[in-house]
């Protein structure tokens, strides 16, 4: 099997870590909050605003951040596989503009809860005695984001990566003469 060349790993990483950050995007339909009597609310509901709660800035600053953040992983996927950088810097600052924005708009979504005020609502004791609570889609964002967030840390570090080679070449040039 023919060995992958850098910018193919790149690429891998980066349409895995959009892949992941898709799913997040997706997930946000799924049931994030639940009471007794059957109501339930996606997180796109607690951004957008429903009959509980209204539109929610904060959640859709969020929602964008998770947005522009999965575009921009795509977008460097998809030009490391066609090789379209000329530098190792500018593969860094889309790699890391990206993963912060998927991560920090997780983070930001996974508080929807508690951004929109439902939790005080509804008291913490009937959190406890199970009159509401949190569903899969307050879980799977998360995670998700966090996913990949982690997959964009190679493309990241490429440039600390050439810097080492280059630093090793010169060691052994030095203890060969």
Not at 60 to 89: H, Q
Not at 113 to 139: C, H, M, P, R, V
Request: hydrophobic share 55%; net charge neutral; charged share 15%.
């Amino acid at each position: 099997m023919k060995k992958l060349q850098e910018n193919q790993k790149i690429a891998l990483f980066e349409a895995s870590a959009f892949l992941f950050s898709l799913l997040a995007l997706i997930f946000l339909c799924l049931p994030a909050y639940w009471e007794a009597g059957g109501f339930t609310l996606s997180l796109g509901q607690m951004i957008f605003g429903n009959s509980k709660t209204d539109f929610n800035a904060v959640l859709f600053l969020g929602f964008l951040f998770l947005l522009v953040g999965s575009l921009g992983s795509l977008a460097l996927a998809l030009l490391s596989f066609f090789k379209k950088f000329n530098s190792d810097r500018n593969v860094t600052i889309i790699a890391i503009v990206s993963a912060v924005l998927i991560l920090v708009g997780g983070i930001l979504l996974a508080c929807g809860i508690f951004i929109t005020g439902l939790d005080k609502q509804n008291s913490e004791l009937g959190f406890l005695q199970g009159n509401w609570g949190i569903a899969a889609g307050n879980i799977l964002v998360p995670i998700c984001a966090l996913v990949a967030f982690f997959l964009s840390y190679p493309a990241a570090w490429i440039v600390l990566h050439h810097k080492d080679l280059e630093d090793q070449e010169k060691k052994a040039e030095a203890t060969a003469k």
